[in-house]
């Protein structure tokens, strides 16, 4: 079964830090881009980052570039977030996701999402 | 700031056919880019639901179609059940974001 489950949500305060992991299992995770999603409470979805299979491209929506940083680990079948100096509006369910990458002539970009996993919950908090 | 313009929400009776519509713009959707669909049951993660516009993934029943036209598509769910009400969005690859790019969202309501 295809499956991703992430961990290390809860509470911080603002200006802290979080490492969110997400375990990948039943596919052949070294073969896929991967990003996070994340949902701020009764809000839409928005996304937040994606990294290539082999690490060589990664993209970060303007609100965190410079404060987030996504990475993986092959090896390891898992996939990370690094989320520093937090702020109250990073406070959302995170999800994990599978994506899957469309081409436009030579370039490559994130085209949607296949696989999601249950989401772990952020709470930038004082 | 690029958006896809879902309404916040539509309803119809059982049985019945509705349509959600996603308008997006000439960084997404009008450039050419495909539009797909995810529904989100109250408290569980996204599921998608069609892809590359009009394509159901293993499992998802033919009562969901999507097209697409111009700067906009459309979800289409025929034959609505209670087990439909759910928050359903459209998402396009969008060239000023340089990722992708969700709509709002559109709350359904099975009366």
């Known amino acids: 079964e295809v499956q991703l489950v992430e961990s290390g949500g809860g509470l911080v305060q603002p200006g802290g830090s979080l490492r969110l992991s997400c375990a990948a299992s039943g596919f052949t995770f070294r073969r896929y881009w991967m990003s996070w999603v994340r949902q701020a409470p009764g809000k839409g979805l928005e996304w937040v980052a994606n990294?290539?299979?082999?690490?060589?491209?990664?993209d970060y929506v303007n609100s965190v570039r410079g404060r987030f940083t996504i990475s993986r680990d092959n090896a390891r079948n898992s996939l990370y977030l690094q989320m520093n100096s937090l702020r109250a509006e990073d406070t959302a369910v995170y999800y994990c996701v599978r994506a899957i990458a469309g081409y436009w002539g030579s370039s490559r970009y994130i085209d949607y999402m296949d696989v999601w996993g249950q989401g772990t919950t952020v709470t930038v908090s004082s | 700031q690029s958006v896809l313009t879902q309404p916040p929400s539509v309803s119809g009776a059982p049985g019945q056919r509705v349509t959600i519509s996603c308008t997006g713009s000439?960084?997404?959707?009008?450039?050419?880019?495909?539009v797909h669909w995810y529904q989100q049951l109250p408290g569980i993660a996204p599921k998608l639901l069609i892809y590359?516009?009009?394509n159901r993934p293993s499992g998802v029943p033919d009562r969901f179609s999507g097209s697409k036209s111009g700067t906009s598509a459309s979800l289409a769910i025929t034959g609505l059940q209670a087990d439909d009400e759910a928050d359903y969005y459209c998402q396009s690859y969008d060239t000023s974001l340089s990722g992708p790019l969700f709509g709002g969202g559109t709350k359904l309501t099975v009366l």
């Open positions: 990294i290539q299979q082999d690490e060589s491209e990664k």
């Open positions: 000439s960084s997404n959707i009008g450039a050419g880019y495909d």
């Open positions: 590359g516009n009009n």
